[in-house]
């Protein structure tokens, strides 16, 4: 296990299970929380030790969000001066980014819910691949709130997720939306009874995925995250030039042979990325 500040890293199986580790504090988002999770998913994209990634919390909120007071302390938001606010654009810029790493990042990304998903923590899940929650999970856009717009992803992400007017209603009051009404909309692809029971159903989900060949699994992420983006027609062309790319007669004929013999097949990691500065 590795242990940071804001989180716990465990990798077993294939399957990296990142866990948020500060119930005391709501596990909200400060500049701590921010560099951590950076780091963890770029070393993640680059490793080729893990094959899925499930993010999931503590305490009685998966997260309350940002933390309020980094807007008085680590990050001034100067909006005397024009160069003020376009240091605000700089700094919002790498914040988004962050995020955009869960989307990115090689492997697919399942968050487990609980308690309250409030601000930041929308614009984090909305990023991840599969949403499991507990009934007592909510969703909640609290930036409106407090005065603000939602700017790290919800209003970019969230409506190509459910409906355009519940992501209207929900921007525009600040209202919560419960587990099951998340559900309803296809925010959630399940709900349980209990957090304990909604980590284990993405335990096995990301078995079930890590099983898989993992160039696969990339090339699919790679295929539905550009036909969410683009018309049918670009998106088949794409399609051809991935499968193209990526086909192997190896990887099909020992799925097929596992399949058959009931056995789990046994497929290469990805190729660990190695930069020009890394090899500086």
């Known amino acids: 296990m590795t242990a940071m500040h804001c989180f716990s890293l465990t990798i077993e ?75 605000m654009f700089d700094n919002l810029s790498a914040m988004q980014a962050t995020f955009t790493k869960l989307e990115t990042l090689r492997i697919p990304v399942i968050a487990a819910l609980h308690g309250g998903v409030i601000g930041g923590a929308v614009d984090m899940v909305t990023a991840c691949c599969i949403r499991y929650g507990s009934k007592d999970a909510f969703f909640c856009i609290q930036e409106i709130n407090i005065g603000m717009v939602a700017d790290v992803g919800t209003l970019q992400r969230l409506p190509k997720l459910v409906p355009l007017a519940v992501v209207k209603e929900l921007a525009y009051t600040g209202r919560r939306m419960g587990a099951d009404k998340a559900l309803g909309y296809g925010l959630l692809n399940a709900v349980f009874d209990t957090p304990e029971l909604t980590v284990a159903a993405a335990l096995q989900c990301a078995k079930e995925i890590a099983a898989k060949p993992p160039v696969a699994i990339w090339g699919t992420k790679q295929a539905v995250h550009y036909a969410r983006d683009h018309t049918v027609d670009e998106s088949l062309k794409q399609m051809g030039w991935l499968q193209a790319a990526i086909w192997s007669n190896r990887h099909v004929g020992e799925a097929v042979m596992a399949f058959q013999g009931k056995r789990s097949g046994n497929f290469p990691d990805l190729v660990e990325l190695k930069s020009f500065t890394d090899l500086a």
């Open 13 to 87: 199986n294939h399957i990296a299970h990142l866990v948020l580790s500060r119930p005391e504090a709501l596990n909200t988002m400060g500049p701590r929380f921010w560099a951590e999770l950076d780091t963890v998913l770029s070393d993640l994209h680059k490793s080729s030790t893990a094959r899925v990634l499930v993010i999931s919390s503590t305490g009685k909120h998966f997260s309350a969000g940002m933390a309020l007071e980094t807007f008085a302390g680590a990050i001034q938001m100067d909006d005397q001066s024009p160069e003020g606010r376009a240091a």
